[in-house]
């Protein structure tokens, strides 16, 4: 269904894509993977109409096509599922799925109709516990996704673009997301799917192709891969563990203690945090983990139950006590993205009085930040070096407990090692960690004991290395 051939692409002072090479079938749900300034989303953007190639050429069904436009190529069938998603959130389902395409009757919109449609296409999809008149604004990220995908089946795409569609989706919502590409592939649209997560390749994918530093390193049918042989095409190294050993020492002294903690969205917390210790937190989504980490830090305080040290009525009283948070959403809460890397490093000391930058360097390096650049800016860098600077912030105060909301969420796997290699340092230098994350496998591979939150309670407590299934009965309640 789709040749693309000898694309190249650069843009001023950088070659980003040279001799790419891709094809897709109909049908075939076909994973792109690669670090991290790979190419990956560049070459899909040019796919899109977003950029034109400087070099190669594209074919739909054996026949050559230019996109100048976005418009141009959704006309022609191709479709982008963007990581963060395009939607109009005031509107409703049905409005955004129409949105600059809207049905008219008498020279006015015909809400009727445009509503009949998009309740026949959701209808195509599954049962959905929302309807075409719902506003977006009040649907959770995965119904979004769903909203995103029928808005691709309203223009007739044949090929699907999902770039990280699974980012920001709890376990048990993934699950969602795999029927639907499933649904699409037996449709016979051609689904070229982005991602992080190997897991997800090897669930979904019928081909893999392999980008590193802007070439195409291979495309394998996914019945011939390994997980190992995966990363090492990705990364060009072997890496023999995806979590650092775990620490052979006793936890330390208790560093935070919660009792009957409490607040409009948890009740009944009893927490303990040890040095040297890595708490992770289990749960689906809506259970209550990004409140506890708030309610932690005081940005979200608890309103009732008692806390050594002190219970933070505020963020200033947080780091005060010595917690940071290193939190979900990086760009939006984490960074300032216009600014360097050397004033985002800096964000939390100068709120402590710190105006000093000399250590900033050595910071940078400690995180391995690549290349280690005080001056860039940081909206410039990936979203593994982006993270890496949200910890070296944090570590300019050295704070005794640092708590971590999905630290390696949108991360390609060279980063994720390192990441979790600081986590273990930091907790065997004896600071406190809690990790809340999504990936099961990321919870149990780094954590010394799983904590699973269920309607804003502790549903439970697991030791080290816990079975998935395990965790997943706690955090449903079954």
Do not use: C
């Not at 109409?49 to 050429?57: A, K, S, Y």
């Amino acid at each position: 269904m789709l040749r693309m051939t000898g694309i190249g692409k650069s843009f001023p002072g950088a070659r980003v894509l040279s001799d790419v090479d891709l094809d897709v079938a109909a049908g075939e749900v076909h994973a792109l993977i690669g670090e991290n300034g790979a190419g990956k989303s560049t070459l899909m953007k040019i796919l899109a109409g977003v950029h034109r190639p400087d070099e190669g050429t594209i074919e739909l069904d054996g026949q050559a096509v230019e996109f100048g436009h976005p418009i141009e190529a959704r006309r022609a069938g191709v479709s982008i599922i963007y990581q963060e998603l395009t939607l109009l959130p005031e509107r409703t389902v049905a409005e955004n799925v129409f949105l600059g395409r809207e049905p008219a009757r008498r020279g006015l919109v015909d809400r009727e109709a445009m509503e009949k449609a998009t309740a026949l296409l959701l209808d195509e999809l599954g049962e959905f516990s929302f309807g075409p008149r719902d506003v977006v604004a009040r649907l959770s990220v995965a119904q979004q996704q769903v909203v995103e995908i029928v808005k691709a089946l309203s223009v007739d795409a044949r090929i699907v673009v999902m770039d990280e569609p699974t980012a920001a989706l709890a376990e048990h919502e993934v699950e969602l997301l795999y029927r639907l590409v499933r649904q699409l592939s037996e449709r016979g649209i051609a689904v070229l799917y982005i991602s992080h997560r190997l897991r997800e390749i090897f669930e979904l994918a019928d081909r893999v192709t392999v980008l590193k530093d802007g070439a195409k390193v291979a495309t394998v049918p996914i019945d011939q891969l390994t997980t190992a042989h995966l990363v090492r095409l990705m990364v060009g190294r072997d890496v023999t563990d995806y979590y650092p050993a775990r620490a052979t020492r006793e936890a330390g002294d208790v560093l935070l203690t919660v009792r009957g903690g409490g607040n409009d969205r948890l009740d009944g917390i009893d927490l303990e945090l040890r040095a040297g210790e890595i708490v992770g937190v289990a749960g689906l989504q809506g259970a209550g983990r990004t409140e506890l980490a708030k309610a932690l830090f005081g940005a979200e305080p608890f309103s009732r139950g008692e806390m050594t040290p002190k219970r933070p009525k505020s963020v200033q009283e947080g780091i005060a006590a010595g917690i940071g948070l290193v939190t979900e959403d990086r760009k939006s809460e984490g960074l300032v993205l216009h600014q360097s890397v050397r004033d985002n490093a800096l964000l939390v000391a100068r709120t402590r009085g710190q105006r000093s930058g000399a250590k900033v360097l050595e910071l940078l390096e400690r995180v391995r930040l690549a290349p280690p650049s005080p001056e860039k800016e940081v909206r410039l860098l990936s979203g593994g070096n982006q993270q890496k600077v949200v910890l070296a912030k944090w570590l300019t105060v050295a704070p005794k407990v640092l708590l971590f909301d999905e630290p390696t969420r949108g991360v390609d796997v060279g980063a994720k090692a390192a990441i979790h290699e600081l986590v273990r340092e930091l907790a065997e230098d004896g600071m406190a960690v809690l990790m809340i994350s999504s990936e099961l496998p990321e919870l149990i591979g780094m954590s010394d004991r799983i904590v699973v939150l269920r309607d804003g309670r502790i549903a439970g407590h697991l030791p080290a290395n816990p079975s998935e299934e395990a965790v997943m009965h706690l955090a449903a309640g079954s």
